[in-house]
Protein backbone atom coordinates (compact mmCIF):
# COMPACT_ATOMS: atom_id res chain seq x y z
CA UNK A 1 0.00 0.00 0.00
CA UNK A 2 3.04 2.57 0.75
CA UNK A 3 3.84 1.96 -3.14
CA UNK A 4 0.89 2.88 -4.14
CA UNK A 5 0.63 6.01 -1.25
CA UNK A 6 4.35 7.01 -2.39
CA UNK A 7 3.77 6.70 -6.19
CA UNK A 8 0.15 8.55 -6.30
CA UNK A 9 1.91 11.57 -4.40
CA UNK A 10 4.60 11.87 -6.78
CA UNK A 11 2.79 11.80 -9.90
CA UNK A 12 0.31 14.44 -8.39
CA UNK A 13 3.10 16.75 -7.78
CA UNK A 14 4.58 15.88 -11.63
CA UNK A 15 1.42 16.15 -13.25
CA UNK A 16 0.92 19.38 -11.68
CA UNK A 17 4.27 20.60 -13.21
CA UNK A 18 3.24 19.14 -16.55
CA UNK A 19 -0.04 21.02 -16.86
CA UNK A 20 1.39 24.64 -15.26
CA UNK A 21 4.12 23.82 -17.86
CA UNK A 22 1.65 23.87 -20.48
CA UNK A 23 -0.51 26.78 -19.27
CA UNK A 24 2.86 29.25 -19.99
CA UNK A 25 1.39 29.73 -23.40
CA UNK A 26 -2.16 29.86 -24.73
CA UNK A 27 -4.32 26.45 -24.83
CA UNK A 28 -3.99 26.31 -28.60
CA UNK A 29 -0.68 27.07 -29.56
CA UNK A 30 0.55 25.12 -26.80
CA UNK A 31 -0.67 21.85 -28.89
CA UNK A 32 1.02 22.66 -32.23
CA UNK A 33 3.61 20.47 -33.50
CA UNK A 34 6.45 22.78 -33.47
CA UNK A 35 5.91 23.62 -29.72
CA UNK A 36 5.28 19.90 -28.34
CA UNK A 37 8.71 18.68 -30.33
CA UNK A 38 10.48 21.29 -28.52
CA UNK A 39 9.11 19.92 -25.06
CA UNK A 40 11.00 16.71 -26.09
CA UNK A 41 13.77 18.57 -26.50
CA UNK A 42 14.06 19.97 -23.12
CA UNK A 43 16.40 17.50 -20.92
CA UNK A 44 14.48 18.39 -17.89
CA UNK A 45 10.99 18.03 -19.17
CA UNK A 46 11.96 14.84 -20.85
CA UNK A 47 13.16 13.34 -17.56
CA UNK A 48 9.32 14.71 -15.85
CA UNK A 49 7.74 13.25 -18.82
CA UNK A 50 9.33 10.08 -18.21
CA UNK A 51 8.54 10.38 -13.86
CA UNK A 52 4.85 10.85 -14.94
CA UNK A 53 4.65 7.62 -17.20
CA UNK A 54 6.29 5.50 -14.60
CA UNK A 55 4.71 6.71 -11.51
CA UNK A 56 1.11 7.14 -13.20
CA UNK A 57 1.69 3.34 -14.67
CA UNK A 58 2.45 1.94 -10.89
CA UNK A 59 -0.19 3.79 -9.21
CA UNK A 60 -2.79 3.48 -12.37
CA UNK A 61 -1.97 -0.35 -12.83
CA UNK A 62 -1.49 -1.63 -9.33
CA UNK A 63 -4.74 0.70 -8.54
CA UNK A 64 -6.91 -1.54 -11.44
CA UNK A 65 -4.73 -4.86 -9.75
CA UNK A 66 -6.92 -4.63 -6.23
CA UNK A 67 -10.03 -3.78 -7.45
CA UNK A 68 -9.39 -7.13 -9.63
CA UNK A 69 -8.00 -8.86 -6.69
CA UNK A 70 -11.06 -8.64 -4.91
CA UNK A 71 -13.60 -9.13 -7.39
CA UNK A 72 -12.79 -13.06 -7.34
CA UNK A 73 -10.77 -15.43 -4.99
CA UNK A 74 -8.78 -18.01 -6.60
CA UNK A 75 -4.68 -18.86 -7.10
CA UNK A 76 -5.24 -18.82 -11.07
CA UNK A 77 -7.50 -14.91 -11.12
CA UNK A 78 -5.00 -13.35 -8.62
CA UNK A 79 -1.83 -14.87 -10.39
CA UNK A 80 -3.06 -13.75 -14.02
CA UNK A 81 -4.15 -10.47 -12.45
CA UNK A 82 -0.86 -9.67 -11.37
CA UNK A 83 0.71 -10.99 -13.98
CA UNK A 84 -1.57 -8.94 -16.65
CA UNK A 85 -1.32 -5.99 -14.71
CA UNK A 86 2.46 -6.02 -14.29
CA UNK A 87 2.91 -6.69 -18.20
CA UNK A 88 0.83 -3.85 -19.23
CA UNK A 89 2.39 -1.55 -16.81
CA UNK A 90 5.45 -2.30 -18.42
CA UNK A 91 4.15 -2.40 -21.97
CA UNK A 92 2.62 1.47 -20.86
CA UNK A 93 5.86 2.52 -19.88
CA UNK A 94 7.88 1.11 -22.72
CA UNK A 95 5.20 2.91 -25.15
CA UNK A 96 5.34 5.87 -23.85
CA UNK A 97 9.38 5.82 -23.60
CA UNK A 98 9.39 4.99 -27.49
CA UNK A 99 7.61 8.02 -27.68
CA UNK A 100 9.83 10.42 -26.05
CA UNK A 101 12.81 8.64 -27.04
CA UNK A 102 11.74 8.94 -31.02
CA UNK A 103 10.13 12.83 -30.31
CA UNK A 104 13.70 13.61 -28.97
CA UNK A 105 15.20 12.68 -32.20
CA UNK A 106 13.09 14.36 -33.78
CA UNK A 107 13.92 17.32 -35.88
CA UNK A 108 11.54 20.96 -36.30
CA UNK A 109 9.77 20.93 -40.10
CA UNK B 1 -20.81 26.01 37.15
CA UNK B 2 -22.51 22.50 37.30
CA UNK B 3 -25.81 23.64 37.41
CA UNK B 4 -25.08 25.21 33.90
CA UNK B 5 -23.82 22.42 32.40
CA UNK B 6 -26.76 19.98 33.53
CA UNK B 7 -29.43 23.53 32.36
CA UNK B 8 -27.30 22.73 28.83
CA UNK B 9 -27.43 19.05 28.91
CA UNK B 10 -31.22 18.88 29.24
CA UNK B 11 -31.56 21.65 26.70
CA UNK B 12 -29.87 19.33 24.25
CA UNK B 13 -31.72 16.27 25.63
CA UNK B 14 -35.30 17.93 24.91
CA UNK B 15 -34.01 19.31 21.50
CA UNK B 16 -32.89 15.48 20.64
CA UNK B 17 -36.33 14.59 22.05
CA UNK B 18 -37.91 16.89 19.82
CA UNK B 19 -36.09 15.78 16.75
CA UNK B 20 -36.58 12.72 17.41
CA UNK B 21 -40.68 12.64 17.71
CA UNK B 22 -40.35 14.74 14.47
CA UNK B 23 -38.66 12.01 12.73
CA UNK B 24 -40.76 9.62 14.11
CA UNK B 25 -43.83 8.98 11.50
CA UNK B 26 -46.98 7.76 13.05
CA UNK B 27 -49.11 4.67 12.06
CA UNK B 28 -51.17 2.47 12.90
CA UNK B 29 -50.59 -0.78 10.52
CA UNK B 30 -47.50 -1.21 8.11
CA UNK B 31 -47.26 -3.77 5.18
CA UNK B 32 -43.80 -6.38 5.63
CA UNK B 33 -42.54 -7.30 2.83
CA UNK B 34 -40.71 -10.85 3.77
CA UNK B 35 -37.83 -12.62 1.74
CA UNK B 36 -39.16 -16.07 2.00
CA UNK B 37 -36.68 -19.17 0.22
CA UNK B 38 -35.39 -22.30 1.43
CA UNK B 39 -32.24 -22.89 0.19
CA UNK B 40 -31.93 -26.72 0.81
CA UNK B 41 -35.56 -27.32 -0.50
CA UNK B 42 -34.41 -25.41 -3.78
CA UNK B 43 -37.26 -22.81 -3.19
CA UNK B 44 -36.97 -19.74 -5.47
CA UNK B 45 -36.56 -16.85 -3.58
CA UNK B 46 -40.32 -14.54 -3.54
CA UNK B 47 -41.47 -12.02 -1.24
CA UNK B 48 -44.83 -12.52 1.01
CA UNK B 49 -46.69 -8.97 2.08
CA UNK B 50 -48.30 -9.34 5.24
CA UNK B 51 -49.95 -6.17 7.24
CA UNK B 52 -49.45 -5.97 10.96
CA UNK B 53 -50.78 -3.23 13.54
CA UNK B 54 -47.96 -1.50 14.92
CA UNK B 55 -47.75 1.53 17.53
CA UNK B 56 -45.26 4.17 18.20
CA UNK B 57 -42.95 1.24 20.42
CA UNK B 58 -43.42 -1.56 18.17
CA UNK B 59 -39.60 -2.83 16.45
CA UNK B 60 -39.69 -4.52 13.18
CA UNK B 61 -38.66 -7.54 15.40
CA UNK B 62 -42.32 -7.27 17.71
CA UNK B 63 -43.95 -6.83 13.81
CA UNK B 64 -42.46 -10.05 12.41
CA UNK B 65 -43.31 -11.84 15.32
CA UNK B 66 -47.02 -10.69 15.56
CA UNK B 67 -46.46 -11.67 11.85
CA UNK B 68 -45.49 -15.41 12.65
CA UNK B 69 -47.92 -15.87 15.80
CA UNK B 70 -51.22 -14.83 13.83
CA UNK B 71 -50.73 -14.31 10.09
CA UNK B 72 -47.70 -17.05 9.38
CA UNK B 73 -45.85 -19.20 11.56
CA UNK B 74 -43.80 -20.82 9.12
CA UNK B 75 -41.63 -17.51 8.85
CA UNK B 76 -37.79 -18.36 10.01
CA UNK B 77 -36.34 -15.62 11.78
CA UNK B 78 -33.90 -15.59 14.59
CA UNK B 79 -33.80 -14.05 17.37
CA UNK B 80 -33.23 -13.49 21.72
CA UNK B 81 -32.68 -11.34 23.70
CA UNK B 82 -34.78 -8.52 21.52
CA UNK B 83 -32.81 -6.11 23.43
CA UNK B 84 -29.91 -5.29 21.44
CA UNK B 85 -27.37 -7.69 23.22
CA UNK B 86 -27.16 -11.22 21.80
CA UNK B 87 -26.65 -9.93 17.71
CA UNK B 88 -29.19 -12.62 16.29
CA UNK B 89 -31.73 -10.25 14.93
CA UNK B 90 -28.92 -9.24 12.14
CA UNK B 91 -31.35 -8.30 8.59
CA UNK B 92 -31.50 -5.90 5.90
CA UNK B 93 -34.64 -3.60 6.60
CA UNK B 94 -35.31 -1.15 4.00
CA UNK B 95 -32.09 -2.42 2.09
CA UNK B 96 -29.95 -1.61 4.91
CA UNK B 97 -28.54 -4.05 7.91
CA UNK B 98 -29.85 -3.47 11.04
CA UNK B 99 -30.99 -5.05 14.08
CA UNK B 100 -34.65 -6.20 14.10
CA UNK B 101 -35.37 -5.51 17.85
CA UNK B 102 -33.43 -1.97 17.61
CA UNK B 103 -35.27 -0.44 14.75
CA UNK B 104 -38.69 1.17 15.59
CA UNK B 105 -41.20 0.61 12.79
CA UNK B 106 -41.88 4.55 13.55
CA UNK B 107 -38.63 5.50 12.49
CA UNK B 108 -38.83 3.88 9.07
CA UNK B 109 -40.58 5.89 6.06
CA UNK B 110 -43.11 4.80 4.60
CA UNK B 111 -45.67 2.03 5.53
CA UNK B 112 -44.45 -0.92 3.74
CA UNK B 113 -40.86 -2.09 5.14
CA UNK B 114 -38.88 -4.76 3.11
CA UNK B 115 -37.07 -7.03 5.37
CA UNK B 116 -34.40 -9.61 4.02
CA UNK B 117 -31.37 -11.47 4.69
CA UNK B 118 -28.49 -10.07 5.83
CA UNK B 119 -26.18 -9.73 2.39
CA UNK B 120 -22.52 -11.41 2.05
CA UNK B 121 -23.51 -13.98 4.52
CA UNK B 122 -24.45 -17.70 3.30
CA UNK B 123 -28.50 -17.79 3.08
CA UNK B 124 -30.01 -20.70 5.06
CA UNK B 125 -33.95 -19.96 4.59
CA UNK B 126 -36.14 -17.14 5.11
CA UNK B 127 -33.92 -14.24 7.33
CA UNK B 128 -31.62 -16.57 8.61
CA UNK B 129 -28.40 -16.83 7.77
CA UNK B 130 -25.06 -18.83 7.82
CA UNK B 131 -22.59 -17.26 10.49
CA UNK B 132 -20.07 -20.01 10.13
CA UNK B 133 -17.18 -18.06 7.80
CA UNK B 134 -17.85 -15.02 9.83
CA UNK B 135 -17.21 -16.93 12.91
CA UNK B 136 -14.00 -18.54 11.38
CA UNK B 137 -12.54 -15.08 10.32
CA UNK B 138 -13.37 -13.36 14.18
CA UNK B 139 -11.46 -16.61 15.44
CA UNK B 140 -8.35 -16.17 13.04
CA UNK B 141 -7.44 -13.22 14.52
CA UNK B 142 -6.99 -15.02 18.30
CA UNK B 143 -9.50 -12.84 20.07
CA UNK B 144 -7.72 -13.65 23.86
CA UNK B 145 -5.41 -11.94 25.56
CA UNK B 146 -2.78 -13.68 25.21
CA UNK B 147 0.75 -12.68 28.00
CA UNK B 148 3.75 -14.48 27.63
CA UNK B 149 5.07 -13.24 30.92
CA UNK B 150 2.40 -15.15 33.07
CA UNK B 151 3.22 -18.40 34.74
CA UNK B 152 -0.60 -19.71 35.77
CA UNK B 153 1.54 -22.40 37.81
CA UNK B 154 3.36 -20.44 39.93
CA UNK B 155 0.43 -19.00 41.82
CA UNK B 156 2.29 -17.75 44.38
CA UNK B 157 3.54 -14.69 42.24
CA UNK B 158 0.16 -14.27 40.47
CA UNK B 159 -0.60 -10.47 40.71
CA UNK B 160 -3.00 -8.65 38.50
CA UNK B 161 -2.39 -6.59 35.19
CA UNK B 162 -3.30 -3.31 36.49
CA UNK B 163 -4.93 -1.11 34.00
CA UNK B 164 -5.30 2.58 33.96
CA UNK B 165 -8.58 4.51 32.62
CA UNK B 166 -6.69 5.71 29.89
CA UNK B 167 -5.28 1.97 29.17
CA UNK B 168 -9.10 0.91 29.09
CA UNK B 169 -10.05 3.09 27.22
CA UNK B 170 -7.78 2.43 24.41
CA UNK B 171 -9.85 -1.04 23.88
CA UNK B 172 -13.27 -0.57 25.42
CA UNK B 173 -15.48 0.53 22.75
CA UNK B 174 -13.97 -2.39 20.33
CA UNK B 175 -14.98 -5.24 23.15
CA UNK B 176 -18.81 -3.92 23.26
CA UNK B 177 -18.97 -6.08 19.61
CA UNK B 178 -21.80 -8.09 19.76
CA UNK B 179 -21.01 -10.23 16.74
CA UNK B 180 -24.19 -9.33 15.37
CA UNK B 181 -22.75 -8.89 11.45
CA UNK B 182 -24.08 -5.52 10.26
CA UNK B 183 -20.52 -4.32 9.94
CA UNK B 184 -19.69 -7.63 7.51
CA UNK B 185 -22.77 -7.27 5.53
CA UNK B 186 -22.50 -3.40 4.68
CA UNK B 187 -18.66 -3.65 3.61
CA UNK B 188 -18.54 -3.10 0.24
CA UNK B 189 -14.85 -5.47 0.08
CA UNK B 190 -16.85 -8.32 1.80
CA UNK B 191 -19.45 -8.15 -0.82
CA UNK B 192 -16.94 -9.50 -3.27
CA UNK B 193 -13.61 -10.63 -1.47
CA UNK B 194 -14.49 -14.06 0.50
CA UNK B 195 -11.20 -14.10 1.66
CA UNK B 196 -11.09 -10.60 3.08
CA UNK B 197 -11.38 -11.14 7.22
CA UNK B 198 -14.04 -8.33 7.47
CA UNK B 199 -14.77 -5.01 9.74
CA UNK B 200 -15.39 -7.08 12.81
CA UNK B 201 -12.35 -9.44 12.59
CA UNK B 202 -9.93 -6.73 12.15
CA UNK B 203 -11.59 -4.26 14.24
CA UNK B 204 -11.03 -6.95 17.02
CA UNK B 205 -7.62 -7.74 16.04
CA UNK B 206 -7.03 -3.65 16.97
CA UNK B 207 -8.86 -4.44 20.09
CA UNK B 208 -6.34 -6.85 21.80
CA UNK B 209 -3.43 -5.08 19.83
CA UNK B 210 -4.36 -1.80 22.17
CA UNK B 211 -4.79 -4.20 25.26
CA UNK B 212 -1.62 -3.42 27.27
CA UNK B 213 -2.07 -6.36 28.84
CA UNK B 214 -1.63 -9.01 25.25
CA UNK B 215 1.73 -9.76 24.16
CA UNK B 216 0.86 -11.12 20.73
CA UNK B 217 1.33 -8.32 18.76
CA UNK B 218 3.71 -9.33 16.21
CA UNK B 219 1.68 -12.68 15.77
CA UNK B 220 -1.63 -10.85 15.23
CA UNK B 221 -0.11 -7.89 13.08
CA UNK B 222 1.02 -11.18 10.44
CA UNK B 223 -2.43 -12.15 10.17
CA UNK B 224 -3.68 -8.97 9.09
CA UNK B 225 -0.64 -7.81 7.00
CA UNK B 226 -2.04 -10.28 4.27
CA UNK B 227 -2.69 -9.46 0.36
CA UNK B 228 -6.17 -9.78 1.41
CA UNK B 229 -5.62 -8.69 5.13
CA UNK B 230 -6.46 -5.02 6.18
CA UNK B 231 -5.30 -3.60 3.04
CA UNK B 232 -8.27 -4.39 1.39
CA UNK B 233 -10.14 -2.19 3.78
CA UNK B 234 -10.85 1.48 1.62
CA UNK B 235 -12.44 3.58 4.34
CA UNK B 236 -16.31 3.13 2.74
CA UNK B 237 -16.92 3.71 6.87
CA UNK B 238 -20.35 1.78 5.81
CA UNK B 239 -19.29 -0.79 8.83
CA UNK B 240 -19.26 2.25 11.15
CA UNK B 241 -22.57 3.56 10.01
CA UNK B 242 -24.65 0.74 10.12
CA UNK B 243 -22.91 -0.34 13.78
CA UNK B 244 -26.00 -0.50 16.71
CA UNK B 245 -23.11 -0.88 19.84
CA UNK B 246 -21.08 2.22 18.57
CA UNK B 247 -17.95 -0.25 18.36
CA UNK B 248 -16.86 1.94 15.11
CA UNK B 249 -14.71 -1.13 13.20
CA UNK B 250 -13.16 1.63 10.87
CA UNK B 251 -11.95 3.40 13.13
CA UNK B 252 -10.06 0.65 14.90
CA UNK B 253 -9.04 -0.86 11.34
CA UNK B 254 -7.49 2.53 10.28
CA UNK B 255 -5.62 2.92 13.68
CA UNK B 256 -4.31 -0.86 13.21
CA UNK B 257 -3.11 0.38 9.70
CA UNK B 258 -1.23 3.42 11.40
CA UNK B 259 0.73 1.79 13.25
CA UNK B 260 1.40 -1.23 10.36
CA UNK B 261 2.48 1.63 8.21
CA UNK B 262 4.48 2.90 11.21
CA UNK B 263 2.50 6.29 10.91
CA UNK B 264 1.10 5.85 14.74
CA UNK B 265 3.27 5.63 18.16
CA UNK B 266 2.85 2.27 19.15
CA UNK B 267 1.78 2.47 22.79
CA UNK B 268 3.08 -0.84 23.86
CA UNK B 269 6.41 -0.35 22.61
CA UNK B 270 6.78 3.47 24.34
CA UNK B 271 5.53 1.97 27.77
CA UNK B 272 8.29 -0.99 27.60
CA UNK B 273 10.67 1.37 26.78
CA UNK B 274 9.97 3.46 29.76
CA UNK B 275 9.81 0.07 31.79
CA UNK B 276 13.02 -0.90 30.71
CA UNK B 277 14.42 2.51 31.59
CA UNK B 278 12.90 2.46 35.07
CA UNK B 279 14.50 -1.14 35.47
CA UNK B 280 18.23 0.15 34.33
CA UNK C 1 -9.48 -22.56 -1.08
CA UNK C 2 -12.67 -20.81 -1.39
CA UNK C 3 -15.95 -22.91 -1.52
CA UNK C 4 -18.96 -22.16 -3.46
CA UNK C 5 -21.36 -21.79 -0.51
CA UNK C 6 -18.97 -19.08 0.82
CA UNK C 7 -20.16 -16.74 -2.30
CA UNK C 8 -24.22 -17.31 -1.70
CA UNK C 9 -25.95 -14.38 -0.94
CA UNK C 10 -22.73 -11.87 -1.41
CA UNK C 11 -23.60 -8.40 -2.91
CA UNK C 12 -20.46 -8.75 -5.51
CA UNK C 13 -19.69 -6.07 -8.21
CA UNK C 14 -23.79 -4.54 -7.05
CA UNK C 15 -22.13 -3.79 -3.22
CA UNK C 16 -20.17 -1.15 -4.94
CA UNK C 17 -22.72 0.42 -7.25
CA UNK C 18 -25.01 1.60 -4.44
CA UNK C 19 -23.16 4.57 -2.84
CA UNK C 20 -26.24 6.43 -1.63
CA UNK C 21 -27.50 3.84 1.37
CA UNK C 22 -24.22 4.13 3.85
CA UNK C 23 -23.63 8.15 3.54
CA UNK C 24 -20.58 10.56 2.51
CA UNK C 25 -17.68 8.13 3.15
CA UNK C 26 -19.20 5.21 0.73
CA UNK C 27 -19.52 8.06 -1.84
CA UNK C 28 -16.02 8.59 -1.55
CA UNK C 29 -15.19 5.26 -2.11
CA UNK C 30 -17.08 5.00 -5.18
CA UNK C 31 -16.12 7.80 -6.59
CA UNK C 32 -12.38 7.07 -5.73
CA UNK C 33 -12.59 3.75 -7.81
CA UNK C 34 -14.69 5.52 -10.72
CA UNK C 35 -11.97 8.47 -11.09
CA UNK C 36 -9.57 6.14 -10.46
CA UNK C 37 -10.58 3.69 -13.35
CA UNK C 38 -11.44 6.25 -15.70
CA UNK C 39 -7.73 8.34 -15.14
CA UNK C 40 -6.38 5.12 -15.80
CA UNK C 41 -8.34 4.68 -18.89
CA UNK C 42 -7.06 7.99 -20.13
CA UNK C 43 -3.90 7.76 -19.68
CA UNK C 44 -3.90 4.80 -21.60
CA UNK C 45 -5.65 6.69 -24.42
CA UNK C 46 -3.23 10.04 -23.69
CA UNK C 47 -0.05 7.76 -23.96
CA UNK C 48 -1.43 6.44 -27.78
CA UNK C 49 -2.23 10.06 -28.56
CA UNK C 50 0.85 11.32 -27.91
CA UNK C 51 2.26 8.61 -30.38
CA UNK C 52 1.36 10.31 -33.37
CA UNK C 53 3.78 12.50 -32.67
CA UNK C 54 6.41 10.07 -33.75
CA UNK C 55 4.91 9.82 -37.04
CA UNK C 56 5.61 13.37 -38.35
CA UNK C 57 3.16 16.85 -38.40
CA UNK C 58 0.49 15.40 -40.67
CA UNK C 59 -0.52 12.50 -38.12
CA UNK C 60 -0.22 15.08 -35.31
CA UNK C 61 -2.52 17.26 -36.66
CA UNK C 62 -5.21 13.77 -38.20
CA UNK C 63 -5.03 12.95 -34.28
CA UNK C 64 -5.47 16.74 -33.00
CA UNK C 65 -8.52 16.67 -35.98
CA UNK C 66 -9.86 13.91 -33.80
CA UNK C 67 -9.55 14.74 -30.04
CA UNK C 68 -9.54 18.34 -30.54
CA UNK C 69 -13.75 18.64 -30.83
CA UNK C 70 -16.48 20.02 -28.46
CA UNK C 71 -17.04 15.92 -27.23
CA UNK C 72 -12.95 15.94 -26.70
CA UNK C 73 -13.28 19.18 -24.79
CA UNK C 74 -15.84 17.48 -23.11
CA UNK C 75 -14.03 14.61 -22.33
CA UNK C 76 -11.05 16.35 -20.85
CA UNK C 77 -13.08 18.27 -19.06
CA UNK C 78 -14.32 15.89 -16.86
CA UNK C 79 -11.07 13.95 -16.84
CA UNK C 80 -9.47 17.79 -14.85
CA UNK C 81 -13.30 17.29 -12.72
CA UNK C 82 -11.97 13.13 -12.02
CA UNK C 83 -8.33 13.80 -11.32
CA UNK C 84 -8.80 16.88 -9.07
CA UNK C 85 -11.20 14.97 -6.91
CA UNK C 86 -9.11 11.96 -7.49
CA UNK C 87 -6.08 13.58 -5.61
CA UNK C 88 -7.33 15.62 -3.34
CA UNK C 89 -9.40 12.95 -1.84
CA UNK C 90 -6.75 10.54 -1.98
CA UNK C 91 -4.40 12.91 -0.15
CA UNK C 92 -7.38 13.24 2.78
CA UNK C 93 -7.29 8.61 2.63
CA UNK C 94 -3.48 8.28 3.19
CA UNK C 95 -4.26 10.86 6.27
CA UNK C 96 -7.14 8.72 7.22
CA UNK C 97 -6.08 5.66 6.20
CA UNK C 98 -2.89 6.21 8.81
CA UNK C 99 -5.10 6.49 11.73
CA UNK C 100 -4.89 10.04 11.18
CA UNK C 101 -8.06 13.21 11.67
CA UNK C 102 -10.50 10.32 12.72
CA UNK C 103 -10.58 10.92 16.30
CA UNK C 104 -9.85 8.54 19.79
CA UNK C 105 -11.77 5.61 20.94
CA UNK C 106 -13.19 6.47 23.94
CA UNK C 107 -16.63 5.42 25.43
CA UNK C 108 -19.49 4.79 23.11
CA UNK C 109 -23.16 6.48 24.52
CA UNK C 110 -26.27 6.57 22.63
CA UNK C 111 -27.27 7.40 19.90
CA UNK C 112 -23.17 5.83 19.28
CA UNK C 113 -22.53 8.77 16.44
CA UNK C 114 -18.99 6.65 14.80
CA UNK C 115 -16.51 9.43 16.13
CA UNK C 116 -14.57 8.19 12.53
CA UNK C 117 -17.57 9.27 10.25
CA UNK C 118 -16.52 12.89 11.69
CA UNK C 119 -16.68 16.32 9.87
CA UNK C 120 -13.30 16.45 8.89
CA UNK C 121 -13.78 13.29 7.11
CA UNK C 122 -17.26 14.47 5.16
CA UNK C 123 -15.49 18.21 4.87
CA UNK C 124 -12.38 16.64 3.17
CA UNK C 125 -14.65 14.99 0.60
CA UNK C 126 -17.00 17.97 0.10
CA UNK C 127 -13.62 19.90 -0.79
CA UNK C 128 -12.52 18.00 -2.93
CA UNK C 129 -15.81 17.48 -4.84
CA UNK C 130 -16.34 21.79 -4.76
CA UNK C 131 -12.43 21.70 -5.68
CA UNK C 132 -13.28 18.98 -8.64
CA UNK C 133 -15.84 21.55 -9.55
CA UNK C 134 -13.47 24.65 -9.63
CA UNK C 135 -10.85 22.93 -11.69
CA UNK C 136 -14.15 22.21 -14.09
CA UNK C 137 -15.02 25.55 -14.55
CA UNK C 138 -10.96 26.83 -14.95
CA UNK C 139 -11.09 24.14 -17.20
CA UNK C 140 -14.12 24.83 -19.05
CA UNK C 141 -12.78 28.77 -19.39
CA UNK C 142 -9.44 27.76 -20.83
CA UNK C 143 -10.79 24.98 -23.21
CA UNK C 144 -14.21 26.69 -24.26
CA UNK C 145 -12.96 30.68 -23.54
CA UNK C 146 -11.06 30.57 -26.86
CA UNK C 147 -7.85 31.44 -25.43
Not at chain 2, 103 to 116: H, R
Not at chain 3, 72 to 98: D, E, K, P
Amino acid sequence: MKIHYVTGLGALFVVAVHIMMRLIMPYELSLEYENVIANYHNIPYVILLESILVLIAIHGFNGLRVILLELRQSKAWEDGVTILTIAAMMGIVAYGTRTIIIANGLGFE
Amino acid sequence: MSEQIIEKIETLEKKRDREKKEKEHVKTSVVLKVFRANRSAGENPHFDSIEVPVQRWTTVLDALLHAKQYKDSSIGIRYSCRMASCGSCGMKINGIPRLACYTKVSELEGSTITVEPLANFPHLRDLVTDFTQFFAHHKEMKPYVRNDDSDMKQTDSLTEYVQSPEDLDRFLQFSYCIKCGLCYSACPTVATDTKFPGPQALSQAYRYFSDNRDTATKERMDIVDDKHGIWRCHFAGSCSSVCPKGVDPALGIQLLRGHLLGFSRNEKKIAEKQERLKRD
Amino acid sequence: MEKLSDRNNREGIKGWLNPSRYGWERVSYWLQRLTGVGLLAYFVAHIFETSSLTQGPDAWAAMLELTQTPLGHLILLLVIGMSTFHSVNGIRLIFTQGGKGLGNPGRPDYPYDAVSLNYRQKSGIWIALILAGVAMLYGASVLFGGE
